[in-house]
């Protein structure tokens, strides 16, 4: 157990409909990391926040947004959702944002879009 | 950033040890080489990482060699519960987004 908390598990919804993901840093962890996983993608990094505030943006779509809110909990919004959204989508954390701070990572929410 | 190259798969027998190999060779002075392991579609599993010593904890070994453009990543005695995909990244200097390739497929065979 990491430490890192992801809900929901799993979700069904349909093709442009909107759904949030929420993760549970670990305790003591300022920095959260937002990854997606599809089966010809691979791990994709999204986006980080540090302490509230937007540290890094990766392959994040427009139709994706995030946040972190002062209790450190962050949430992933996707909204119009198509068919290639279907993925695992992982929440990590971390205690800073240098090199040398170890990142874990949640078990993952996976969405299915119908 | 540095980028890391990986033999796309590897297998190894139960009970030996596994050696896998990661090339980094535009890495940093100040950059880590991390290692991580995602089994099945579990969440990718925090194994070792290191500067420029070898290190080794309780679930493999980090070899750096000396000019830091290669490293191994040792599991001295592998299980079938270590099949998984094994990923080497290297720590960006100024921030830890992990990167993440394509990874080693290890399978671990009776």
């Known amino acids: 157990d990491s430490g890192v908390t992801q809900t929901p598990k799993h979700l069904i919804t349909a093709t442009g409909q909107r759904v949030t993901l929420r993760c549970s840093p670990r305790s003591g962890d300022l920095s959260v990391y937002w990854y997606q996983q599809s089966l010809d993608q691979g791990l994709q990094f999204l986006i980080q926040y540090y302490n509230g505030e937007e540290r890094a943006k990766g392959n994040i779509l427009e139709r994706f947004s995030a946040q972190q809110f002062p209790d450190l909990h962050s949430e992933l919004n996707l909204s119009s959702l198509e068919l290639g959204d279907s993925a695992l989508y992982f929440c990590?954390?971390?205690?800073?944002?240098?090199?040398?701070?170890?990142?874990?990572f949640g078990e993952g929410s996976w969405l299915t879009v119908v | 950033d540095a980028k890391t190259t990986q033999p796309p798969s590897m297998d190894c027998a139960e009970g030996r040890a596994a050696n896998l190999p990661c090339n980094h060779s535009?890495?940093?002075?100040?950059?880590?080489v991390y290692w991580y392991r995602q089994i099945h579609s579990q969440g990718p599993q925090y194994i070792i990482h290191?500067?420029?010593n070898n290190e080794t904890n309780e679930m493999a070994s980090l070899i750096i060699t000396e000019d830091r453009k290669s490293s191994t990543l040792i599991l001295p005695h592998a299980t079938l519960r270590d099949t998984a995909v094994y990923y080497c990244?290297?720590?960006?200097?100024?921030?830890?987004?992990?990167?993440f390739g394509a990874g080693t497929r290890l399978t671990v065979k009776p």
């Open positions: 290191g500067l420029k």
């Open positions: 990590a954390s971390s205690v800073s944002f240098f090199s040398g701070n170890t990142i874990y």
């Open positions: 990244i290297v720590s960006p200097l100024n921030n830890n987004d992990m990167r």
């Open positions: 535009t890495i940093s002075g100040n950059e880590y």
